[in-house]
Nanobody, 113 residues
Framework: QVQLVESGGGLVQPGGSLRLSCAVS????????MGWYRQAPGKEREPVAT?????NYQDSGKPRFTISWDSAKNTMALQMNSLTPEDTAVYYC?????????WGQGTQVTIPS
């Protein structure tokens, strides 16, 4: 069965970095798409590390959030840098397999003001 499990969340001071990991119970290559989403209290769930939103980039144009894959461990990671209080949210691992979409339980990331 498909299971996504996030880990690595916690409290980080502004400007700090954090690396999240998503362990996948089946081969990542069985998914047509994978990624990371987040949801803050009172807000809609939104994609991150996609390069679509301005908040994903530093002033240099370098993405603050980047995704990487470890085939040997069958995990997907999210590297987050230059964190701000606006990044506080529950972060979710997501994958699409055939006609189905799967979500992890989420991991809390908190950056205090």
């Amino acid at each position: 069965q498909v299971q996504l499990v996030e880990s690595g969340g916690g409290l980080v001071q502004p400007g700090g970095s954090l690396r999240l990991s998503c362990a996948v119970s089946v081969s990542m290559y069985s998914f047509s798409a994978m990624g990371w989403y987040r949801q803050a209290p009172g807000k809609e769930r939104e994609p991150v590390a996609t390069g679509v939103f301005d908040t994903n980039y530093q002033d240099s144009g370098k993405p603050r959030f980047t995704i990487s894959w470890d085939s040997a461990k069958n995990t997907m990671a999210l590297q987050m840098n230059s964190l701000t209080p606006e990044d506080t949210a529950v972060y979710y691992c997501w994958g699409r397999q055939n006609a189905e979409e799967f979500w992890g339980q989420g991991t809390q990331v908190t950056i205090p003001s």
